[in-house]
């Protein structure tokens, strides 16, 4: 299985449409998108005790949050991005977030380097990652603004598209054998979305289906 490499991835049953929040982009402007994230995170205070202000680009498998976390990257010169695929697999889509906290989020927030190893995905096995603890990092991901991560964020993004689009990035990127794995994911995603709300509680939701960045 191989997923979107980043510098430092139709459901049986109807998924409903999203909610957005109050804070839902409606500018065409790339650009202007960018500039507004990146000036609301400079004007924050990171959490208390931590130097770097964490930007999680959230949403749902194949919305576009990958092509995203790659502008919102360039738009605050650069930043590191940490993808939550790091540490999901096809069988644990979900639940493998203390991993993250644990290796990453927990350490970045002491001013400690970060170190951890990539799921495989079918690739060979990667040597140790590290993260320094420098003024902005993204992290990029389903879940990626879980409840469990929220002590550590300074700034959410909800990246959202409809269902089939999602569906057919997915088998566009992964083929069509990948029909299976991708509606168990999308079902395990979805009631993650339904549990937490991310979309309500992020301070900007984007369209991922105006192919604006992708």
């Given at each position: 299985?191989?997923?979107?490499?980043?510098?430092?991835?139709?459901?049986?049953?109807?998924?409903?449409?999203?909610?957005?929040?109050?804070g839902?982009?409606?500018?065409?402007?790339?650009?202007?998108?960018?500039?507004?994230?990146?000036?609301?995170?400079?004007?924050?205070?990171?959490?208390?005790?931590?130097?770097?202000?964490?930007?999680?680009?959230?949403?749902?498998?194949?919305?576009?949050?990958?092509?995203f976390?790659?502008?919102?990257?360039?738009?605050?010169?650069?930043?590191?991005?940490?993808?939550?695929?790091?540490?999901?697999?096809?069988?644990?889509?979900?639940?493998?977030?203390?991993?993250?906290?644990?290796?990453?989020?927990?350490?970045?927030?002491?001013?400690?380097?970060?170190?951890?190893?990539?799921?495989?995905?079918?690739?060979?096995?990667?040597?140790?990652?590290?993260?320094?603890?420098?003024?902005?990092?993204?992290?990029?991901?389903?879940?990626?603004s879980?409840?469990?991560?929220?002590?550590?964020?300074?700034y959410?993004?909800?990246?959202?598209?409809?269902?089939?689009?999602?569906?057919?990035?997915?088998?566009?990127?992964?083929?069509?054998?990948?029909?299976?794995?991708?509606?168990?994911?999308?079902?395990?995603?979805?009631?993650?979305?339904?549990?937490?709300?991310?979309?309500?509680?992020?301070?900007?939701?984007?369209?991922?289906?105006?192919?604006?960045?992708?």
């Amino acid at each position: 299985m191989l997923r979107q490499e980043l510098p430092h991835v139709a459901p049986a049953a109807r998924i409903p449409t999203l909610t957005p929040s109050e804070g839902l982009a409606n500018e065409d402007d790339l650009g202007a998108i960018l500039a507004r994230i990146a000036a609301e995170v400079r004007a924050r205070r990171p959490p208390d005790g931590m130097v770097t202000r964490i930007v999680a680009i959230d949403g749902l498998g194949g919305s576009g949050k990958s092509s995203f976390a790659l502008q919102v990257s360039r738009a605050l010169g650069g930043a590191v991005i940490v993808q939550t695929d790091d540490f999901a697999t096809w069988d644990n889509p979900i639940d493998w977030w203390p991993h993250l906290l644990e290796q990453v989020l927990i350490p970045i927030s002491r001013v400690e380097v970060a170190r951890f190893e990539r799921s495989r995905w079918g690739r060979e096995a990667d040597s140790e990652l590290v993260v320094d603890p420098t003024e902005y990092l993204v992290l990029e991901g389903v879940t990626a603004s879980r409840k469990a991560f929220a002590p550590y964020l300074t700034y959410s993004v909800w990246v959202d598209a409809p269902a089939p689009l999602r569906l057919q990035r997915g088998l566009d990127r992964d083929g069509p054998t990948a029909l299976a794995q991708w509606q168990a994911w999308m079902a395990e995603e979805e009631r993650y979305r339904r549990r937490e709300r991310p979309d309500e509680g992020a301070d900007l939701v984007v369209r991922g289906d105006r192919d604006l960045w992708t």
